[in-house]
């Protein structure tokens, strides 16, 4: 019998990633995808009986609400998800490895280019939900915490990457504003699940940041996206994060990832680079790595 190894948030993008290529990049682990519609993870009682039924020798924590805005609008529900199931998973499994996907904007992207030593100091309901949980989940020596910034794929239901939010705005019409002054290091959805892969089959715990190698600004990933996606050609509009009014969105994000690189089998790539080795493929575009 192989290992079993829960992966939480499996409906949603980097979670329906990770468990689809397992059978690629973890073949020694039985994997078992939890979505929301599989148990409700702020119900304690339920996810205790799972976790008893299923025995896990490890866990991939990627659930949570993500969304920025949908934080500041309910910031209540927010913790509730992001800490307290996220603290109550981790206590449930404090004898084995639990690799929780936290986020860069623990930062408040002043500076930019953030190493694992640098303080977070988040400023957004999201970012501080997501350091309260690294916080406790950093005490536990067997644990870790990989912080991501800005994911590209294709999700179950077209609504969970950047990538699909702004295909769907364009097609419905809109004009979408990019900043030129915001910054992240984006990587493709296959990229980040073959790192969790590869650092949950080392058991190297501890925090990482795990990004693209190339910082770039908001509207230079929509320019990159033009040759693949030609439907947002004429709808974007190069704009300025001066003149944001929404939730508080850091200006900098990018993530200093020599650490994580150091224990990677392939070099983590830069966005614009990996789009442009890319042919058009049968199958999804963000899905695989390269082997190198």
């Known amino acids: 019998m192989k290992p079993v190894v829960i992966v939480t948030g499996a409906a949603g993008l980097i979670g329906q990633y990770v468990v689809?290529?397992?059978s690629r990049w973890a073949p020694g682990w039985q994997v078992q995808g939890l979505s929301r519609a599989d148990l409700d993870l702020t119900d304690h009682s339920a996810a205790e009986e799972i976790w008893r039924?299923?025995?896990p020798s490890a866990v991939i924590h990627c659930a949570a609400i993500s969304r920025t805005k949908d934080c500041e609008q309910h910031p209540q529900l927010a913790r509730r998800m992001n800490v307290g199931a996220t603290v109550h998973l981790a206590r449930l499994s404090t004898n084995i490895p639990f690799l929780f996907l936290s986020s860069g904007e623990v930062f408040d992207g002043k500076v930019g280019w953030y190493r694992e030593t640098d303080d977070p100091t988040p400023i957004n309901v999201y970012g501080k939900t997501k350091l309260e949980a690294e916080q406790f989940i950093l005490q536990n020596s067997r644990h870790t915490v990989v912080r991501i910034v800005l994911t590209a794929g294709t999700s179950q239901h077209g609504d969970r990457s950047f990538v699909e939010d702004m295909r769907?705005?364009?097609?419905?019409?809109n004009n979408?504003?990019?900043y030129a002054d915001e910054y992240r290091c984006p990587l493709p959805a296959g990229t980040i699940a073959r790192a969790i892969w590869e650092l949950t089959d080392q058991h190297h715990p501890g925090l990482y940041h795990l990004g693209g190698r190339e910082r770039l600004s908001r509207w230079e990933i929509g320019q990159a996206l033009l040759p693949w996606y030609?439907?947002?050609q004429g709808h974007l509009l190069e704009g300025s994060a001066h003149s944001h009014t929404g939730a508080p969105r850091p200006a900098d994000l990018s993530l200093n990832c020599d650490k994580i690189q150091r224990l990677l089998?392939?070099?983590?790539p830069g966005f614009?680079?990996?789009l442009k080795d890319r042919v058009h493929p049968a199958v999804d575009l963000w899905e695989y790595e390269p082997d190198t």
């Open 20 to 22: 689809k290529s397992a």
């Open 53 to 55: 039924r299923l025995n």
């Open 168 to 173: 769907r705005s364009t097609e419905r019409g």
């Open 176 to 178: 979408l504003t990019l």
């Open 230 to 232: 030609p439907e947002l």
């Open 265 to 268: 089998s392939f070099s983590l």
């Open 272 to 274: 614009q680079s990996w």
